[in-house]
């Protein structure tokens, strides 16, 4: 017998339609743009877009009252495992006092003595606040843990939300190596990577000053690329240092930060294949440098857009801040933005099926209250989605 066919729904009277799909609609910018649009999505997966007037029946009709539509977001940096709260420590760097990577003990702390289950309410929780905002694949890291037990449950539970898991053991030296760095890039190279590379797809290092230098995160990624893990390395966010030259030299899908940039690394990362991925919202809040996202586009190099969210640095699980001020304060257009945090996104994760609207892509759509994309930088601060659908299930947020 051949299988019921999947109910189909369509998605009609869209006035304006991102696909992120090239030759489509407006080719005038990266988005291919469709005006008048309707999507179709069964299994889980676009099986049609195109004009409204020319869409076919469908077992379910939604009508976006002319309203804008995009492809759902692609947050692929955050740090959701965690527990316990760094408002004194924002406040006191709004008050003037600088950033530094040491801060990330307070959080280590309070999630060592979490349950799973407080862990687990945590990131669901903020996944539920991304979601509402568009937000349809994401990626997120250990790190606040630094033992072997505690990195390992932290990607288990990471692990029931998403496939996109990184091993963070190299965030900071583990308090109690402080007088012994050596050993700890030993337990990150041997018994915590053993224990988390069952649970993780990518591997990551904080490469910066007071946290891991050069010759630490090559050992680091390199021994997780021998177990199978894709490296992505948080680079050059507090100054100049090594961590994009080797993101690129070693293949790394993405450098993550990328604020303070030589032209070699910028060269860098427009002739390799590593994504630079911005991330404003630590600019914001840190009162940090903005990076030059123009220098990179300039150069060739493709870029992302994510959130960082994590409660010491960057304490936002909303994209379409990150678009505003990137936009704002970063240089990119609006085009430029949108692109960044759904295709952009999905490039840093090596994903082709997310971030664009094409027959056989995952079917993740957010509708906003706006005629055009680019009220999302327009009218920042607003709430401007208005539906969202994940792997074509319409999210019920209990309105």
Not at 19 to 39: R, W
């Amino acid at each position: 017998m051949n299988p019921t066919p999947a109910p189909t729904t369509l998605v009609t009277n869209i006035g304006s339609l991102v696909t992120n799909t090239p030759g489509t609609g407006d080719c005038a910018t990266p988005l291919g743009l469709l005006h008048d649009a309707a999507v179709v999505m069964a299994g889980g997966r676009f099986v049609w877009a195109g004009p409204a007037a020319r869409a076919p029946e469908a077992d379910e009709r939604y009508d976006a009252g002319g309203r804008a539509a995009i492809p759902g977001f692609v947050d692929s940096h955050s740090h959701l495992v965690f527990a316990g709260d760094r408002t004194a420590e924002f406040n006191a760097r709004m008050s003037g006092h600088a950033y530094r990577a040491g801060g990330i003990r307070t959080t280590v702390a309070a999630t060592r003595a979490a349950t799973d289950d407080e862990l687990d309410a945590n990131i669901t929780r903020y996944l539920t606040e991304a979601l509402r905002q568009g937000t349809t694949t994401f990626e997120t890291k250990s790190g606040y843990g630094l033992t072997v037990e505690d990195e390992a449950r932290a990607l288990r539970i990471a692990a029931r939300h998403t496939d996109e898991t990184t091993y963070l053991g190299a965030h900071i030296v583990a308090p109690e190596y402080a007088d012994d760095p050596a050993g700890y890039v030993d337990l990150v190279t041997g018994p915590m990577l053993d224990a988390c590379a069952p649970h993780a797809r990518w591997v990551d290092v904080f490469c910066e000053k007071g946290a891991f230098d050069g010759d630490q995160a090559r050992a680091i990624l390199t021994a997780g690329a021998a177990r199978g893990l894709v490296p992505r390395v948080h680079a050059n966010q507090l100054g100049h240092g090594p961590g994009v030259q080797l993101a690129v030299e070693l293949n790394a899908a993405s450098a993550d930060h990328c604020t303070h940039l030589t032209d070699a690394d910028v060269d860098a990362l427009a002739n390799g294949t590593t994504v630079a991925t911005l991330l404003p919202g630590a600019e914001f809040s840190t009162r940090a440098d903005w990076p030059d996202a123009r220098r990179l586009l300039a150069a060739g190099a493709t870029v992302a857009l994510s959130t960082d969210c994590n409660p010491g640095s960057s304490f936002t699980s909303s994209m379409p801040f990150c678009i505003a001020l990137a936009v704002r304060d970063m240089g990119m257009t609006p085009d430029e933005a949108l692109w960044s945090a759904t295709a952009g996104g999905a490039a840093a994760l090596r994903r082709t099926d997310i971030g664009r609207i094409s027959v056989g892509a995952r079917a993740d759509l957010a509708l906003l209250d706006a005629p055009s994309h680019v009220h999302l930088a327009y009218r920042p601060g607003v709430p401007l989605v208005r539906e969202v659908w994940r792997a074509g299930i319409r999210a019920d947020f209990g309105n």
